[in-house]
């Protein structure tokens, strides 16, 4: 595991925290998994690879791609739309929070942090999720790839498509995730990066970058932002 984030750990003060969603927030695993089921299910097809936990994370079209063996578009059309219907009516209901980020959010933003999403996840379902869990409040700005056509082409750009928006400066803001994409990206926006260890991202110890850091819980990560 990487080095738990402490007070003596090296990042300067920001205002602003960014999040991922997936892995880092909730446990969406069990939901999207199924829907990915669903949809090829009654499209008639088998999956060309297992599905499960290794796949939640990228793009809804990579993801489908990668799952079908096959880039046809039509044959993509078909599964996305079937899994829309299943994952944005009550797939997305079976979402639930990691223990303690609910009140980690909450201290993050009565300490005057302000907060953002920068999300893989289609920005319809993530507004869902963030209703049903009941911090839509706490987030000032929700960003997806597909919140503007054409969609953005990584995370990396919606971040700084964020920040430009935003008008933040680099300087004042850390993003936190779960998964190396989520490290390179704050990387090619000149901002610090927190992983957080409590989710089901890909970071191990040999995918750390010696100037990330890491939090084992969402009440290390308050601490180290908002103080004690």
């Known amino acids: 595991m990487p080095p738990l984030l402490t007070r003596d750990t090296a990042m300067p003060a920001c205002r ?50 990668m799952l079908a063996g096959s880039g046809d578009p039509a044959l993509l059309t078909v599964l996305a739309e079937r ?32 907060l953002a999403i920068a999300t893989n996840k289609r920005l319809h379902p993530t507004r869902l999720i963030l209703q049903h869990l009941g911090w839509a409040h706490h987030f000032e700005a929700v960003y997806a790839l597909d919140m503007c056509e054409p969609r953005l082409p990584d995370k990396a750009a919606m971040i700084a498509r964020l920040l430009a928006d935003r008008g933040i400066a680099h300087e004042d803001a850390v993003y936190v995730g779960d998964r190396v994409e989520d490290g390179r990206s704050a990387d090619t926006n000149r901002l610090p990066f927190i992983a957080a260890t409590w989710g089901y991202g890909s970071l191990d110890a040999g995918d750390m970058a010696p100037h990330w850091h890491a939090a084992a819980s969402p009440a290390a990560l308050a601490a180290r932002l908002a103080g004690a």
């Open 83 to 114: 899994f829309k219907a299943s994952y944005d009516t009550t797939g997305y209901l079976q979402t639930a929070a990691y223990a303690g980020i609910g009140d980690m959010l909450a201290r993050l933003a009565a300490s005057g942090l302000r």
């Open 16 to 65: 602003h925290v960014l999040f991922d969603l997936d892995g880092t927030l909730i446990d969406s695993a069990p939901a999207i998994l199924a829907s990915y089921r669903e949809a090829f299910a009654g499209a008639g097809l088998a999956p060309a690879r297992a599905i499960d936990a290794s796949i939640v994370g990228p793009p809804l079209a990579e993801t489908l791609q």
